[in-house]
């Protein structure tokens, strides 16, 4: 079982999300679930309350950055024996095994994320598309770096690096833009390593929002 815990940020989650926690248990020892004020999908926390280590929940909608946050908080304080934190979304867009491809890598990092990374290859949502180039080619007229799918919420965190990881700035979708922008510091660059795209019922599950979260991480960069 990997010394890994999986952290989950949930608003409005449906099925997906229970299958997610249901096909980690046999693997990782823990996941924590952290549910962003949802109004919906209490069906989905219900399930999965006994199969995971922490079901945390804020109260109003504070957004992805500040959910990852909330998690990486908890994670720290009430488990230290762990060698680091893959997080994941709640959509099914991550595969269980691409997870624990992700979660192998971490535990060989010191000093670097871990990215879990799609090829936006064949039928691919033009929101998804298109946010993915555009962010992509401004990361790295803005940063310097290269990194082939910039909107990946499957990342590897080695448990050194979580105090620094926390303490970006950011509630929302923009801090995990500041999280690679901050790579920049790290001793090693991201370790990018490929996944499957997946995309359930074209993506309507996802609450990105391809002009105003767009817009939102690339001021993020220009005011970082």
């Given at each position: ?202 993506n309507r599950s996802s ?18």
């Amino acid at each position: 079982m990997y010394r890994i815990a999986v952290l989950i940020p949930a608003y409005q989650p449906g099925e997906e999300l229970v299958r997610l926690v249901d096909a980690l248990r046999g693997t990782f020892g823990h996941v924590v679930v952290v549910d962003d004020g949802s109004t919906e999908g209490h069906e989905a926390f219900e399930a999965i309350r006994g199969n995971v280590a922490a079901l945390i929940r804020h109260e109003t909608n504070r957004g992805k950055g500040a959910a990852l946050k909330t998690g990486f908080a908890w994670i720290r304080t009430n488990l230290p024996d762990i060698a680091g934190v893959v997080t994941a979304d709640a959509d099914g867009q991550h595969t269980p095994d691409d997870i624990r491809k992700v979660a192998a890598a971490t535990l060989s990092r010191k000093g670097g994320i871990v990215l879990g990374v799609r090829a936006f290859e064949g039928s691919v949502p033009w929101r998804s598309r298109f946010g993915n180039w555009w962010t992509r080619t401004f990361f790295r007229l803005l940063t310097g770096l290269s990194v082939s799918d910039t909107q990946t919420g499957l990342r590897g965190i080695p448990v050194g690096m979580l105090e620094r990881i926390e303490k970006i700035r950011g509630d929302r979708y923009e801090y995990e833009t500041r999280m690679l922008a901050d790579s920049r510091k790290h001793r090693e660059p991201p370790l990018q390593i490929p996944i499957r795209t997946v995309y359930i019922r074209g993506n309507r599950s996802s609450h990105y929002r391809p002009f105003v979260d767009t817009l939102r991480t690339q001021a993020a960069l220009w005011l970082r």
